[in-house]
């Protein structure tokens, strides 16, 4: 087995006791958990345990399929039994959003807005924003050179309000996936100039607080929601020469940061993740170094910052989130290679090669991980201290998206497709 470096952030971090990892649930959190409201799920996660999807399968097995008017990176979403996801076609200028019945891929409605294709990154698609959702509507935000429209529709496709964000204005193209907290629409905005953090009303679409940042440089980081004891919920943004910053979501107010990523060229791409009292955020270049780190809160009043704790800096993502299952921290690289680290003390169980590349972020079922590869084979291994391949699924097509589970079946988008596994056919 390769070698794999874990460096604590400070070198007496490792001596300071094994981390207590019972998983804080905030019921705001646990409202969703019936539903896959954001990119990864409730609070970008990426767990579930919905029982009965299978490891392995053929197209004999979906329960539906259903073509895209177009082709895109972005994941689906889930509230109910209505699927949202987004797609684009490029010759006839539309940027679309289908809403599907979940249980037969019925189309309920689709609806479609005109766009002017723009220079991007050639692993970037013209429909990569990832939407969200909740009770009353659906958030889609589709960003160009000319503006970025973030608007709010209801379940039956009607429009209720936009906010523009401006030109986006970076040559890697768009890819900002908004969340969904308390009564508020977040988005963290990073590119070439004019980056910020927003808050919107969900229900008006009305500006609560707008913060500027240096960014300067595309990340495509979602945000996530911080639940510690002794300390209020924050909102956990990072990105690649701002580090990860704790954010007051009621006031935009920035209550601590913490520089961990260096000042090389790199991008945060994958998302920061909670586990009980830690955060982990990563930030890196495909061809040059990667970090995953995790920080911890300092002191026990619940004002304090936060501090590292530890680091992974070999084999390391640079743009699929990580995942936490029980005690382990699972890194799935981009080049197929996968990492279980011990989360009580940051060191490595196992590294396998599973083969394949990967943009794809992995999902966790049942104590089992998902990963689709850019070729479109389905990865299932266990998420245990030993490494067991259960499974590999070809979808026959492309993808780069990250898998979906609700309403008891595992929804896939490929390129020009999304399908759904398990439940009743």
Not at 103 to 115: A, I, P, V
Not at 229 to 256: M, Y
Not at 364 to 383: E, K, Q, S, T
């Amino acid at each position: 087995m390769t070698q794999h470096t874990c460096e604590p952030g400070t070198r007496n971090a490792a001596r300071r006791g094994i981390l207590f990892l019972s998983l804080l649930v905030s019921p705001w959190c646990a409202a969703q958990s019936e539903n896959w409201p954001r990119f990864r799920g409730p609070n970008g996660s990426g767990l579930s345990e919905t029982p009965g999807i299978p490891a392995q399968w053929s197209q004999d097995d979906h329960a539906w399929s259903v073509r895209l008017p177009g082709q895109g990176h972005a994941s689906p979403v889930v509230w109910g039994q209505r699927l949202f996801v987004t797609s684009a076609d490029q010759q006839d200028g539309q940027q679309t959003l289908m809403c599907l019945d979940t249980r037969s891929g019925k189309e309920l409605w689709k609806r479609s807005w005109k766009f002017t294709p723009y220079k991007k990154h050639k692993n970037n698609s013209f429909a990569s924003n990832s939407p969200a959702v909740d009770r009353d509507h659906v958030y889609v935000l589709r960003q160009t050179r000319q503006s970025s429209p973030l608007t709010a529709l209801n379940h039956r496709g009607q429009p209720v309000w936009e906010y523009d964000l401006g030109p986006y204005l970076h040559g890697q193209g768009g890819g900002t996936s908004p969340i969904v907290y308390d009564d508020m629409v977040i988005v963290c905005n990073d590119h070439a100039a004019g980056s910020f953090l927003l808050a919107v009303d969900r229900k008006t679409g009305a500006q609560r607080w707008k913060i500027s940042r240096k960014g300067q440089r595309a990340c495509y980081a979602t945000p996530c929601v911080f639940v510690a004891a002794g300390r209020k919920p924050e909102l956990v943004f990072s990105h690649c020469f701002e580090g990860i910053t704790g954010v007051d979501p009621h006031t935009g107010r920035q209550n601590w940061m913490i520089d961990v990523f260096g000042t090389f060229k790199q991008r945060a791409v994958g998302s920061p993740i909670t586990a009980g009292n830690l955060l982990i955020a990563s930030s890196g270049a495909r061809v040059a170094e990667k970090n995953v780190v995790a920080v911890r809160p300092v002191g026990g009043d619940g004002t304090g910052g936060v501090e590292e704790v530890f680091r992974v800096t070999r084999a390391a993502p640079h743009v699929p989130t990580p995942v936490v299952y029980q005690q382990w921290l699972f890194l799935w690289a981009d080049n197929g290679v996968v990492t279980c680290v011990n989360l009580n003390d940051g060191q490595p169980l196992w590294q396998k090669r599973v083969g394949g590349n990967y943009f794809a972020s992995p999902i966790c079922i049942a104590g089992r991980l998902f990963c689709p590869d850019r070729d479109g084979n389905v990865i299932v291994i266990a998420a245990a201290a030993e490494f067991q391949s259960l499974g590999r699924t070809p979808l026959g097509e492309p993808t780069m998206a990250t898998p979906a589970v609700a309403d008891g079946r595992l929804f896939l988008r490929t390129a020009a497709h999304v399908f759904a596994v398990g439940g009743d056919r």
